[in-house]
């Protein structure tokens, strides 16, 4: 079942704060970006993100669960209403990844 575009208006909402978040539809979902890094996405009307270290430290009861069939296990959102621990999560999670990026020269 694709992602509603309600849902990620209200993700994207809550995500106001941090005005890096970006998204692009791909199959009836949403995947979400900040500065350009892909940290997680809306599948289904869930909000998954990437199990970085960081991730796992501010959430670790996460469940863990597929996007789709096929790709790897990302860790549920739950506290999609907490605006402020969404905004931690995505500044940790996008500098873990941006951690591994190699810079271009």
């Not at 692009?24 to 998954?48: K, P, S």
């Not at 270290?53 to 739950?78: D, F, H, I, N």
Request: glycine content about 8%; proline content about 5%; aromatic content about 8%.
């Amino acid at each position: 079942m694709p992602s509603s575009k309600e849902y990620l208006d209200y993700i994207l909402e809550q995500l106001s704060e941090e005005d890096a978040v970006t998204y692009r539809a791909m199959m009836g979902e949403f995947i979400l970006y900040t500065h350009g890094v892909v940290f997680g996405g809306i599948y289904d009307d869930r909000l998954l993100v990437k199990p970085t270290p960081s991730a796992l430290a501010l959430m670790p009861q996460a469940r863990r669960e597929l996007p789709y069939v096929g790709a790897k296990e990302m860790l549920l959102v739950e506290e999609v209403e907490n605006v402020a621990f969404l905004h931690n999560l995505i500044l940790a999670v996008g500098g873990d990844l941006s951690k591994g990026k190699k810079s271009k020269k």
